[in-house]
């Protein structure tokens, strides 16, 4: 079983999606320990109700003693607003695992996160948006995709619509492509992630 250490900002409505696939046994994994970088994030009180260490942390070097305390051997940025530093990337090489709600390379990168993501595929006027797992290295969203998903956009559609379903295709491809780390089928080699289903 898989020991997962899990970091995020705000309410975490992946993070629940990873501790209920934990729980149904749909992950081969466990959630060890859940770190937020604030205070108030609706996250930790979710890691609590189901007995998870929930710690509030913003010094990445503490951060990083903590997932070695609690032997991490893979971890999840779940709406993580913060670029973490290349440290943490190559302690966790090919171990950190992020959740974007576009189609990167589209819509990513500095600036774009959250509301701010759908708002420019609005704006743009995008036919086709969606969500992506990747691998992190030391740039902002720009390591190997592992897996996508597309998320119509609908004529009549605003943020908050728009949001509720690419969150949905998240909480999917999310739990989908931890199971399959679990289970040893991903492969990275260069940019490309070779899935061995
Ligand atoms: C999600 O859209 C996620 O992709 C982004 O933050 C939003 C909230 O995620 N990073 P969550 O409900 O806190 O998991």
Redesign the pocket.
Known sequence: MVKIGVL?S??????QAVIDGCENKSINGEVRVVISNKENAY?LERARNHNIKAICEKDENKIIEVLKANEIELVIL??Y?KIVSPKLVNEYRNKIIN???SLIPAFCGKGY??EKVHQGVIDYGAKVTG?TVHFVDEGADTGPIIMQKTVEVKQDDDIKKL?KR??EV?HEILTKSISMFCENKLTVNGRRVYIND
Do not use: S
């Not at 705000?10 to 993070?15: D, E, F, I, Q, Y």
């Open positions: 995020i705000g309410g975490g409505t992946n993070l996250g779940a709406g607003l959740i974007h709600p996160y959250g969500a949001a690419v969150l998240e």
